[in-house]
């Protein structure tokens, strides 16, 4: 079982619409979890952390919920130029400087 | 300021030579890590440095690969008898300290083809 694994998408939506993804990890005791945003070909780049109680960055909405495991984006009036690869990242307990990224939801916004 | 940077961006190396590989991370970070990332892949860590001390090899693939930091600050990740299996993008981090809630920023790559 991989310890991050997300919806490889691709997530198709018009410009202005809501969309989120979902990422769940394995280790209970995992304590930092981040969103990182890759465009094609390029390297990532920090979008977010995700705290506890939840954060948000203008039209993004991050989310973690321990008992299921599982954190979130949410992305609220879709750009053009939000189309891209999101990026899950959980660090590994025991070895903290030991970070585990999935494999990335892709998405595209279209006109 | 200059961000992290990495050399060559591309290599392409036939199978069973060696090849280095180099990071330059960002001034005064003390945290480097490495990673790959195969085609339509996520990251896979490789390995970090907290200064010139790397505590956590076992990411490394095998034997094969070496890494090594010097004076804080340059690393090579070094690929003995390159395989076809290792051709992909080799992606190099810093972090300020290496703390749970840093930012880790990357430089552009690495993109290695073995033939």
């Known amino acids: 079982r991989k310890e991050v694994e997300q919806d490889p998408g691709p997530f198709n939506v018009p410009e202005g619409a809501t969309v989120a993804f979902n990422c769940t990890y394995s280790?209970?005791?995992?304590?930092?979890f981040f969103w990182y945003r890759q465009d094609c070909r390029k390297e990532p780049k920090l979008l977010m952390s995700?705290?506890?109680s939840g954060n948000e960055d203008g039209r993004f909405t991050a989310q973690l919920n321990r008992a299921s495991q599982y954190i979130s984006l949410l992305i609220r009036d879709s750009k053009l130029s939000d189309s891209a690869t999101y990026l899950c990242?959980?660090?590994?307990?025991?070895?903290?400087?030991?970070?585990?990224f999935g494999s990335g939801t892709k998405l595209n916004v279209k006109p | 300021g200059a961000g992290v940077s990495q050399s060559p961006s591309n290599k392409v190396t036939e199978k069973g030579k060696d090849v280095e590989l180099r990071c330059d991370p960002i001034?005064?970070?003390?945290?480097l890590y490495w990673y790959r990332q195969s085609l339509g892949q996520g990251l896979e860590f490789l390995i970090y440095?907290?200064?010139?001390?790397?505590?956590?090899k076992s990411g490394l693939p095998s034997d094969r690969f070496s890494a090594e930091r010097t004076g804080g600050s340059v690393s090579t990740l070094t690929i003995q008898r390159t395989q076809q299996e290792d051709s992909a993008v080799y992606l190099c981090?810093?972090?300020?300290?290496?703390?749970?809630?840093?930012?880790?920023?990357f430089g552009p790559g690495t993109r290695l083809t073995v033939t």
């Open positions: 995700v705290y506890s």
């Open positions: 280790n209970s005791a995992s304590q930092s």
């Open positions: 440095f907290q200064g010139n001390s790397a505590p956590d």
């Open positions: 981090a810093s972090s300020l300290s290496g703390g749970l809630e840093e930012e880790q920023y």
């Open positions: 990242v959980v660090n590994e307990v025991g070895n903290f400087n030991k970070f585990y």
């Open positions: 001034s005064g970070h003390t945290a």
